[in-house]
């Protein structure tokens, strides 16, 4: 299947842990991102990259470090994590699907649950 | 601070009716303004999307309604179904897309028999 998947698809954790989110695209697409899905829904992008360059960073506590290993991969570390980080954490990746337009299309999400 | 805002936040509508749901913007720079659907426990889904050169676009059920003097755009759902009950983002960006999507607080959509 063609698609944006991530890795686990769920995370339950102690505070204070260190874990890490996987995701991988295989649509060929050149840029991914990571959203945070808040518990009233909202979503916020985190970062953005671009053919493993970093191109959008929001403000997000450093405890948050993303990596992308290749184009097709972008995985999230979050170190000492906190009651706060409990979300739903979404992988994205996007095209330009027409002139001058980019679509991104979602994964599935990673729900996290920090104890 | 919001930049889009959305509304209503929840809907409730019969089968076979119109479902409208509302987005207001205030960066003028905003020109890509996409719609997703979400259902619980999958990630968002784009559903249509229009840019500010026309003023609406319909693709099957779905049509959205572009003002740009008045910064407001809207999805229309006509014959809504109960397999559309799910939750509707508006988003915006500037660049066509390129940069970064900008969501609204989200619009959970239920259609009754």
């Known amino acids: 299947d063609t698609a944006v998947s991530q890795t686990p698809k769920y995370l339950v954790t102690q505070m204070g842990n260190d874990k890490s989110i996987k995701c991988e695209q295989n649509?060929?697409?050149?840029?991914m991102y990571w959203y945070k899905q808040d518990s009233k829904k909202f979503l916020k992008i985190m970062f953005s990259?671009?053919?493993?360059?970093?191109?959008i960073n929001e403000t997000v506590p450093n405890r948050f470090s993303p990596k992308s290993p290749d184009k097709a991969h972008l995985n999230l570390h979050i170190n000492s994590l906190e009651l706060g980080d409990s979300a739903v954490y979404f992988c994205?990746?996007?095209?330009?699907?027409?002139?001058?337009?980019?679509?991104?299309?979602f994964g599935p999400g990673t729900r996290l649950l920090v104890l | 601070q919001q930049q889009v805002k959305q509304s209503p936040q929840s809907l409730i509508v019969q089968k076979g009716g119109i479902s409208i749901i509302n987005c207001a913007y205030e960066?003028?720079?905003?020109?890509?303004f996409p719609w997703y659907q979400q259902f619980p426990g999958k990630g968002p889904a784009l559903l249509i999307a229009i840019r500010p050169d026309v003023s609406e676009k319909k693709e099957g059920r779905f049509t959205i309604s572009f003002n740009k003097s008045a910064k407001q755009f809207s999805l229309h759902i006509m014959d809504s179904q109960p397999g559309d009950s799910a939750t509707y983002f508006c988003?915006?960006?500037?660049?066509?897309?390129?940069?970064?999507?900008?969501f609204g607080t989200g619009t959970r959509l239920t259609i009754i028999p």
């Open positions: 960066n003028t720079a905003f020109d890509y």
């Open positions: 649509l060929g697409h050149d840029t």
């Open positions: 994205a990746s996007s095209r330009p699907t027409g002139p001058r337009v980019r679509t991104q299309y």
């Open positions: 988003a915006a960006s500037s660049n066509f897309g390129n940069e970064k999507l900008t």
């Open positions: 990259y671009n053919n493993k360059e970093l191109i």
